[in-house]
């Protein structure tokens, strides 16, 4: 198979390792990555997810393309899997984490056990990515670069996604953190915040309270918008290897999330 698409020549022979590739916008990401000639790791705590996304990825271009099964939001699983990746693919170029749940409800209808899973998956798996392979690239000394799915909830709040909204908010200042710690060591960061694309977290996500059923109408009428408009998954996954060949900072994604960032 032969790189193709407007980035071949950046991306081709490099380590790209997307956590959450099962399905959505990690799915797209990595299939692009593979399309510029990359070599992916897939990963998702969906076993079969990740497996079908290695194997189309290597129909797709990609020279090589493996699977892994992990829970991002479990610290020894996520230690063993950068020990493995190292010692068995290499240092990764290009880290995007992206896996992430979703959770409607308002402050007082959400459990601490809610909150927990939420932070848990999307913001403790986004530090532990960050440090276990940030560290290997630092150390390593040639460069590289993160990308962390934060969402256009992290600047807008939203009194039905309390929890969520937080999480990301945190992704999206740990990412500036970070930004300005690795600069120096010619590693970039980037947050990506999309607004609503079509995939199952926005048709899966539970919903919980008074609140959450206007959040659900909300995505209803952001849902048949998008049908007519169309915002798939295929234009993020295109923004994210825009942000790391431009080096971006933080990139709102969807016509309303660039808005609701001008307003910010
Ligand atoms: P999705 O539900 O299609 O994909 C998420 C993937 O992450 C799934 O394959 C799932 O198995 C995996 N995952 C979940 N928890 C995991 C864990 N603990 N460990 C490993 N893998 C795990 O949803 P989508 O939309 O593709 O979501 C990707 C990212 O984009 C998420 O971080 C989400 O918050 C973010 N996002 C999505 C938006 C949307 O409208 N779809 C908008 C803004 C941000």
Redesign the pocket.
């Known amino acids: 198979p032969v790189a193709s698409g407007p980035y071949a020549d950046r991306f081709g022979g490099q380590l790209v390792l997307v956590?959450?590739?099962?399905?959505?916008?990690?799915?797209a990401t990595a299939y692009a990555f593979a399309e510029a000639g990359a070599r992916v790791v897939a990963?998702?705590?969906?076993a079969e997810?990740a497996a079908r996304t290695a194997e189309m990825s290597r129909l797709i271009g990609a020279p090589d393309a493996w699977a892994e099964t992990?829970?991002?939001?479990?610290e020894q699983a996520m230690e063993k899997l950068a020990e493995k990746v190292a010692t068995e693919y290499g240092v990764v170029d290009v880290l995007v984490n992206?896996?992430?749940?979703?959770l409607s409800g308002s402050f007082f209808d959400t459990t601490a056990e809610d909150w927990r899973k939420v932070l848990?998956?999307?913001l403790w798996?986004v530090i532990h990515g960050c440090r276990l392979f940030g560290k290997q690239m630092a150390e390593r000394g040639q460069g590289g670069h993160i990308v962390n799915?934060?969402?256009?909830?992290a600047y807008q709040p939203s009194k039905a996604l309390p929890a969520?909204s937080t999480s990301?908010a945190a992704v999206l200042m740990l990412s500036e953190c970070l930004r300005a710690e690795l600069a120096g060591q010619g590693i970039g960061v980037s947050a990506?915040?999309?607004?609503?694309?079509?995939?199952?977290?926005?048709s899966?996500a539970r919903f919980a309270g008074v609140a959450a059923e206007e959040e659900k109408r909300r995505q209803k009428r952001a849902a048949r918008l998008y049908r007519l408009r169309g915002y798939p998954?295929e234009k993020?996954a295109d923004a994210v290897l825009r942000a790391v060949v431009r080096n971006q900072a933080v990139v709102p994604v969807t016509p309303e999330a660039r808005g609701a960032h001008l307003m910010s």
């Open positions: 956590t959450g590739a099962g399905s959505g916008i990690g799915r990963v998702d705590r969906n997810g992990v829970d991002v939001s479990d992206n896996a992430g749940i979703g848990d998956v999307n798996g799915t934060a969402s256009a909830a969520y990301k990506i915040c999309p607004g609503f694309v079509h995939t199952n977290i926005t899966t998954p993020v």
